[in-house]
């Protein structure tokens, strides 16, 4: 049910800030990104699956701890990474 490896190798290349970049703000909220979208295309299936939806609720708020701290710090970088992902804030 995760991101496949070849898939977050293409995330992480297409929003890494610099070649040797594999952590940065932007990077680690795409790849939650990609996994949050992917479990809820897995919940609509499987709406009892409460296990999953702990899972999913969890990395939301990671998600959202990162985009405040990116909005806080490098408002630009926050308004360019929610552009690019589709995020509404």
Same mark, same amino acid.
């Given at each position: 049910?995760?991101?496949?490896?070849?898939?977050?190798? %293409?995330?992480?290349? !297409?929003?890494?800030?610099? !070649?040797?970049?594999?952590?940065?703000?932007?990077?680690?909220?795409?790849? *939650?990104?990609? !996994? @949050?979208?992917? *479990?809820?295309?897995?919940?609509?299936?499987?709406? %009892? !699956?409460?296990?999953?939806?702990?899972?999913? @609720? *969890? %990395?939301?708020?990671?998600?959202? %701890? *990162?985009?405040?701290?990116?909005?806080?710090?490098?408002?630009?970088?926050?308004?360019?990474?929610?552009?690019?992902?589709?995020?509404?804030?």
């Amino acid at each position: 049910m995760a991101v496949s490896k070849d898939q977050r190798r %293409k995330i992480v290349a !297409d929003n890494r800030t610099h !070649d040797a970049d594999s952590g940065s703000p932007e990077v680690q909220i795409a790849l *939650l990104t990609a !996994d @949050i979208s992917q *479990l809820t295309e897995h919940l609509k299936v499987h709406r %009892k !699956d409460y296990h999953s939806r702990h899972g999913l @609720i *969890l %990395k939301v708020g990671r998600r959202n %701890k *990162l985009l405040r701290y990116l909005s806080k710090t490098a408002h630009e970088r926050y308004l360019a990474i929610t552009s690019k992902l589709g995020i509404r804030r």
